[in-house]
């Protein structure tokens, strides 16, 4: 099987924290995003893992290449044409069983479940309150009638969730073709829906798969929810900082020190972060920040950022530095 990643979003939502990382490698509960979805992949029978990269790419083929060791593929889309133009690019490479994900979501579901589909393929969907912000599905019977990207007016509530499973991937790249010699675009890009329509026109059968959660992170608020609902699920330990309370649940790493805090619920501190008489709550301290006399909540703090004196929610880039005065006491 090969999985294909899509990667090369600007990532525009997550800004200022996008301006120095790609979206996939915005750290949360102890690693990147893009971590967390190879983690729910291990489990299938993979041959090689493509990843579609852009904007800041490099970063991503030096993450994987130094973390893991299955078999990688880089491929660079120069220019944002759309989901169906960044998979036509590894085009040479994707045939058979093929598996596509998009990877700025956290889902839980047994994957392989794809390994029993002997229909044309699987596309995982999540029952939603507004289809309107995503591609849905229009079922007849078992299989899919009609995919629906964006829709006005609501024809189905079961939206795609980015994950999709192709039994013949060198028949996607046909559809794929097809899309783009004609031309056909959805709000100015090639979509993957649309060729997957081209597919089911011509008589392919797609089942569907509902999965048991879909987590968005792509954008503040979504990612300090993605990031309490995974530290509640990881396992938790004793810390002993001097002066200090840690409230469950949370991710400290070695390399932090805390000193006069109180950290929790729901704090992930990245490596070498620093906190000094302060109070973190549901909040992300990227790498070698340093966070002194702050109550700080529902926070995203960057890489080598310097936050004094703060009692606020704030959003700030890495190597930033924002001084707000000083708490007698915390």
């Not at 810390?239 to 309370?245: A, L, R, T």
Request: charged share 20%.
């Amino acid at each position: 099987m090969k999985i294909v990643l899509p990667l090369a979003g600007l990532g525009t939502r997550l800004r200022p924290h996008t301006y120095t990382r790609p979206k996939a490698l915005v750290s949360l509960a102890g690693k990147p995003l893009l971590a967390h979805i190879i983690d729910r992949l291990s489990p299938l029978p993979c041959e090689e893992m493509i990843f579609i990269t852009g904007y800041l790419g490099e970063q991503i083929e030096e993450y994987i290449k130094t973390h893991y060791s299955f078999n990688s593929r880089f491929v660079e889309q120069k220019e944002p044409k759309g989901q169906a133009h960044a998979i036509q690019l590894a085009r040479e490479w994707i045939n058979g069983p093929t598996f596509i994900v998009f990877a700025d979501t956290i889902f839980e579901t047994d994957v392989t479940r794809l390994l029993q589909v002997e229909s044309d393929g699987l596309l995982y969907v999540h029952q939603v309150e507004d289809p309107r912000r995503f591609g849905v599905t229009v079922l007849d019977g078992k299989y899919v009638k009609k995919i629906v990207e964006k829709p006005k007016t609501p024809v189905s509530n079961l939206a795609i969730v980015g994950l999709y499973y192709f039994r013949y991937g060198e028949q996607l790249i046909e559809a794929i073709d097809e899309l783009i010699s004609s031309n056909k675009q959805t709000q100015g890009e090639f979509y993957l829906a649309d060729a997957i329509q081209i597919m089911i026109d011509k008589g392919a059968k797609f089942e569907t798969e509902e999965i048991n959660l879909w987590l968005d992170a792509g954008t503040p608020s979504a990612l300090l929810e993605t990031n309490r609902y995974l530290l509640s699920k990881h396992p938790q330990h004793e810390y002993n900082f001097p002066g200090s309370v840690i409230r469950s649940p949370v991710y400290i790493p070695e390399t932090a020190r805390i000193e006069d805090s109180i950290i929790g619920p729901y704090v992930s501190l990245d490596e070498g972060a620093v906190v000094k008489s302060s109070i973190i709550q549901d909040s992300i301290l990227g790498q070698e920040c340093t966070i002194e006399f702050a109550a700080l909540y529902h926070s995203l703090i960057g890489n080598s950022a310097v936050v004094r004196g703060s009692h606020t929610t704030l959003n700030v880039g890495d190597n930033s530095s924002i001084s707000l005065g000083q708490f007698d006491e915390l």
